[in-house]
Structure formats: C-alpha cells, structure tokens
C-alpha cells in the first residue's frame, strides 16, 4: 500500500512539473537554465576521467565540444552559421564574439576552430572538477583583480599561440549583455593579446536571442541563432598604445552586423514590441 501511494506521489508530481513545463513561462524559464547550467557541470565532469588520461593538451577542448554540444538538441536550439571560411587560416588568431548569456558557450562550441583555447576568468578553478578540465584543456586564466598578473597571463598566452599555433577564444565584454540589443564597451585582454602577439582578430558575432530568450520576463523556449564569423583583422605594426583604439574599430565593425542578422532587426520588430508581446504571452 505505501509502495503504491509513493508511485502515485512520483507520477502526480511529474505530471504536474509536466503542466508547469506546458503553461507556465516562469517555471520553463527556471527549469531550462537550470538543465543547461546542470548539463554542462555533469558533462564536464563525465569527461574529466578521458581528458585527464590525455594530459593538459588543448586537444581536450574538443572533448569538452562533444560532451556539452549535445544540450542544444534537448533544448531546441539551431545555430546558422556564416562566414566559416573565414576561421580557416593557418597561422594563429584571437576569435572574440559578443556575450549575452549560457547559450554562448553552446554558440562557440559549434564553430570552435582546431588548437583552440579560451580566455576565462580565474575564479572557474574554484568550480572544482570543471576547474580542473578546464586546466587540463589549456584554457587560460586571468586574474582581472590583479592587473600585473594579468598582463603576466596575457604575455604568456601570447608566447604560447605563436609558439603552439594556438586559437585563442573570449568573450571579450565581461558583462553579458542580454537586454541590449548591442555590445557593450569591450575589455582590452583579447585585444592586448593579439597585439602582442601580432595575429589577427576574427570577430564572431552571436545574434541576438530575444525571440526566444529573455531574462527579464523569463522567457527561454526553443529557437534559431545565427553566428557571422567575420575577416579577420590584421594588428601587424600596432603596439600597446594602439589597444583602445582597436579594440573599439573591432565592436564598431561588430555591431551593425548584430542587428543585421537579429531576427528582430529580420523581422523589423524592436525590442520594446518584443517585449510587450512577451508580457501578453506571460499574462494570457
């Protein structure tokens, strides 16, 4: 009898998680940021075993690629993408794309190029079994507390990606920038680092994800994403006292391509419409 009623419990409380998932945006929202976010440190740490047999190699980023990949097929997302050819250089290079949330790591795992690393914040060590994959897969940390052991990491890297042939990838902004359709003031690391390394920037802009996610009336449902993979652009002859201003031509020549290829620039529908349309969804 109490086997039956807790079977009974099980199957009424995935049913009703099962009608929140259908009517209820919040719960949806909550439910698939927490699935990926949970997918990516359980796969992370499935994979740990594989890439610590390797050794520390950024070939494990392609282990790390087909562990978390597959959470853009639970989760209904396509990723168009354009302007592949552009990756295919020979020589080393800095990837910097725009940040918005999750979804873009999924984004720079779909078209990460060979001998790729990232650029990551130090406080990802802390994260235990994901900290140590990281490691074992050369992603580079950078201590932005402390500006002369940044600098340090930056001069490192660089040596390294000429030495290695390496593809270094970040998000150079920092700040995820979700509800703005735009880029915000770009950090100067991944700018710093090729200019220091003199090896071109391949600038990938990552659509924006408004139609399908929106944090602030917690809406995250299936959807397409589309990633412009523009010319790299070449920072021989530049030095130090050329970053700012570089790094700003960069975001300047990313952020009309944005709205370009934003569906909600496609569709010719603003963000406040998106909005509004959103809000009678939630409220219908």
């Known amino acids: 009898m109490a086997q039956s009623l807790g079977l009974a419990n099980i199957f009424l409380f995935i049913f009703a998680g099962l009608l929140l998932y259908h009517y209820s945006n919040t719960f949806r929202y909550y439910f698939r940021v927490c699935f990926l976010n949970i997918w990516m440190f359980n796969m992370t740490s499935l994979a740990l075993p594989v890439i610590a047999l390797r050794g520390r190699s950024v070939a494990n980023v392609r282990v790390l690629r087909f562990a978390l990949l597959p959470a853009k097929y639970f989760l209904g997302i396509k990723f168009k993408?354009?302007?592949a050819q552009n990756l295919?250089?020979?020589v080393p290079y800095v990837v910097v794309a725009n940040?918005?949330?999750?979804v873009d790591i999924l984004a720079m795992l779909q078209i990460l190029p060979e001998r790729s690393t990232f650029i990551v914040k130090r406080e990802i060590l802390h994260f235990l079994t994901v900290g140590l994959a990281c490691w074992l897969s050369g992603f580079i940390f950078v201590d932005r507390r402390n500006r002369e052991t940044s600098a340090n990491s930056i001069s490192e890297a660089a040596d390294a990606m000429v030495r290695d042939n390496l593809r270094i990838c970040m998000?150079?902004?920092?700040?995820r920038d979700i509800d703005s359709a735009g880029l915000l003031s770009s950090r100067n690391e991944a700018f710093l680092l090729a200019v220091e390394a003199q090896v071109p920037v391949i600038p990938v802009v990552i659509s924006s994800y408004r139609t399908f996610f929106n944090e602030r009336i917690k809406k995250f449902t299936s959807g397409e994403v589309t990633i412009q993979i523009l010319p790299p652009m070449k920072t021989e002859g530049l030095s130090a006292a050329d970053v700012r201003e570089f790094a700003?031509?960069?975001?300047?020549?990313?952020?009309?391509?944005?709205h370009e290829i934003s569906a909600l620039k496609q569709e010719g529908v603003t963000e406040e419409d998106a909005d509004q349309a959103a809000n009678r969804q939630v409220s219908s």
């Open 81 to 83: 993408v354009q302007g």
């Open 248 to 258: 700003d031509r960069v975001r300047e020549t990313m952020l009309p391509i944005f």
């Open 99 to 102: 940040q918005q949330c999750n």
């Open 171 to 175: 998000f150079p902004e920092g700040t």
């Open 88 to 90: 295919n250089l020979k």
